[in-house]
Every structure is written in structure tokens, then in C-alpha cells.
């Protein structure tokens, strides 16, 4: 019997093994990230430095394992610990403050909750079609957030928090300057809204949501009488007469037939020479990355058939609402603005 030792592996399948178990361990760090969102940690770093101990103490946590979690997270480059269990924060562990103009901690509090409790039943979703969160959950997740505010308060600033730097890159992009009403469909809080009305002095704007999503919205100085909120469904009706309807993120919700719902109403109701605005992230052909790939499936785990597009299904969609699309302009975000215009 040979007592050689085996031959190590080539440095190339090495690199490929450690890269898939990188890729395969993901969910560890999802939820490491989470935690440290949830207590806090960056917020309680805003001064400078802190000792684990006194992190522990006003965080709620046990000392030796938060050393164990700071110390995870630090070796991905997610705080920095300076001398021995004092930590500091790295211009990642920054995005995890509360107050950081480009905050994301809300972002991680959502998926390491009900987002990675549902994703563990992607399978199922794979097998069935059925999406994961209600297979999980016994509902849709639009309707499990009205039974659980404290979990769609921590959704609606996730969400805003990942926004504005797409919204930067729509207003740098799009030009609105033909515009005079502009509806946001399903606009949440105004936050699109309000940066385009801002830009565009000329512009009317009418925000439309849910009404218990618009009525704590406060129309900021400056934009009376160039802003209004109105409340209802837009699977009912929306708001007749703009002459633009703007779309965030909503289409990408939905299975077709009830985009076509959606966007018929709007067909009716838009003025003569009007047009819809889709922010979406649209889907490329071939291999190379691109988020709007995982992002269509966690539409696929979350959502009630939701699904991210390419142009040809824009194209297909919006034709069967008789709507004729115009042009996809890119932005310097993953989203583009999908235009379209009535047919014929």
C-alpha cells in the first residue's frame, strides 16, 4: 500500500472550491450583518471606539459572544478592532448607522428577518411556482405587513433607505422638463416625488398610495399648491388627467395580469400625448452579473408572482395594455426608466 501522500489540488480548483463555499456560506453573513444592525452596533460606534464590554452593556448582548460576532464581521472588513476587543467602525460598518445619509441598516434588518425565513423555502418556489413567503407564512406579504406594523415600519425605511441613491441616479438621467402633472403610482412617502418637484419647478406632482401609507405624509415647504396626496387602490382606479405616470418598483410586484390591471386603469386615465414611467430594473441577456437577477428571485420568494423583465417582456406587457413602449434610458443605477406611450 502506497504511503505517498495525496497530491494537492491545482491552485486553480482550490480558488473555485474556496470561492463556492464563499458563495454557499453567504446566509452566515446575512445574518451576522443582521444582528449587528439590530443592535445597533454602528449607532453605538458613532463617537469613536468602543470597548466589547461596554458595546455589550448597552446593546443588550453577552460580552464574549458579541467579540466573537465583531470579530466575524471585522475579518470581512465590517469594523476595525483597533487593540484588543475595542472596535471601531470601517467606511462599511458607516452604512449600518442609523443616521448616514446613505443608511442601510434598516435594508439589513429586513432580509435577516421574515426575507431569510422565507428564502429557506426557495426550493418549494423552485418545485411549485408557489411563492416562498406564503407557502412559509399562510399569506401574501403585503397582507401579513398590515397584521405586523412594527415589521412594515422597518420595510418602508428599508426601502426609502435603499432608494435614494437610485432616485439621485433617475433625476440625473431622465429628463422630466416636458412634464406638467406627474402621478406616482404607488409612490409610498413622496420621497421620488418630492426630489422631482424639486428639480423641476414647472412640475405638478400627485403622490397615490394606500391611504394609511400617504397619511402621515407631510407636503414639505415650498411645494404647496404644486403637490397633492390622494389615497386609494390602484388595482380600483388612479388619478385621472397627468400627462405622466411614474411607476417605482411596483410592476415588479406583480404576474401579469395584474400588471395589465394596473396599467390598463392608468391607460384610461392618462391625458392625450401622455406617457408611463416604469423604474424598474431591467434584465440583460447573457451571463454577466447583474442584480436584477437576484432580485427577480427574491420577487419570486417574497411576492404573489412578481417577477423582474427584460425588454422583450416590457415590451409584450405593456403592449397587451395597450400601451406601445419608446425607449429604455439606463441610469447609473442598476434601475432604468422604461417609457412607453398609448398605442396607435
Known amino acids: 500500500m502506497s504511503t505517498e501522500a495525496p497530491a494537492p489540488p491545482p491552485p486553480q480548483d482550490a480558488e473555485l472550491f474556496d470561492r463556492l463555499v464563499g458563495l454557499a456560506s453567504g446566509a452566515w453573513v446575512t445574518q451576522m450583518i443582521h444582528v449587528a444592525a439590530e443592535l445597533g452596533l454602528a449607532d453605538q460606534m458613532r463617537g469613536g471606539e468602543r470597548a466589547v464590554n461596554d458595546l455589550a ?25 483597533t487593540t484588543p476587543r ?4 470601517t467606511p462599511l460598518a458607516e452604512l449600518l448607522r442609523s443616521d448616514h445619509p446613505r443608511s442601510l441598516r434598516h435594508f439589513a434588518r429586513m432580509l435577516g428577518d421574515e426575507h431569510f425565513l422565507s ?7 423552485v418545485r411549485t411556482g408557489e411563492g416562498a413567503f406564503r407557502h412559509r407564512y399562510g399569506e401574501s406579504l403585503f397582507s401579513w405587513y398590515q397584521r405586523n406594523p412594527r415589521r412594515a415600519e422597518i420595510f418602508d425605511q428599508a426601502m426609502g433607505d435603499f432608494s435614494r441613491l437610485q432616485t439621485e441616479a433617475v ?17 409610498g412617502r413622496g420621497l421620488l416625488l418630492q426630489r422631482v418637484l424639486a428639480r423641476h419647478g414647472h412640475l405638478r406632482g400627485t403622490l397615490f398610495d394606500q391611504p394609511q401609507v400617504v397619511e402621515p405624509v407631510v407636503i414639505p415647504p415650498g411645494l404647496e399648491g404644486r403637490m397633492q396626496v390622494q389615497g386609494g387602490d390602484f388595482f380600483r382606479e388612479v388619478p385621472a388627467g397627468g400627462d405622466a405616470y411614474l411607476l417605482k418598483y411596483i410592476i415588479h410586484d406583480w404576474d401579469d395580469g395584474a400588471c395589465l390591471t394596473i396599467l390598463g386603469h392608468i391607460r384610461r386615465a ?3 400625448g401622455g406617457r408611463v414611467l416604469l423604474v424598474e ?3 440583460p441577456e447573457g451571463n ?3 442584480p436584477g437577477k437576484l432580485l427577480d428571485l427574491n420577487m419570486l420568494v417574497m411576492t404573489e408572482g412578481g417577477r423582474e423583465r427584460t ?5 409584450a406587457l405593456l403592449g397587451q395594455a395597450g400601451l406601445a413602449l419608446q425607449r429604455i434610458v439606463p441610469t447609473p443605477a442598476p434601475v432604468s426608466v422604461v417609457e412607453a406611450v398609448a398605442a396607435g
Open 288 to 290: 454577466e452579473p447583474f
Open 57 to 81: 452593556a448597552a446593546c443588550g448582548a453577552e460580552a464574549d459572544v458579541l467579540f466573537r460576532l465583531l470579530r466575524g464581521l471585522a475579518s470581512l472588513g465590517i469594523f476595525r478592532e
Open 171 to 187: 433625476l440625473a438621467t431622465y429628463d422630466f422638463s416636458g412634464i406638467e402633472h406627474l402621478v406616482d403610482v404607488g409612490g
Open 86 to 89: 475595542r472596535f471601531a467602525l
Open 119 to 125: 428564502w429557506n423555502e426557495l426550493l418549494h418556489s
Open 270 to 272: 392618462m391625458a392625450p
Open 311 to 315: 425588454p422583450a417582456d416590457y415590451a
Open 281 to 283: 430594473q431591467v434584465i
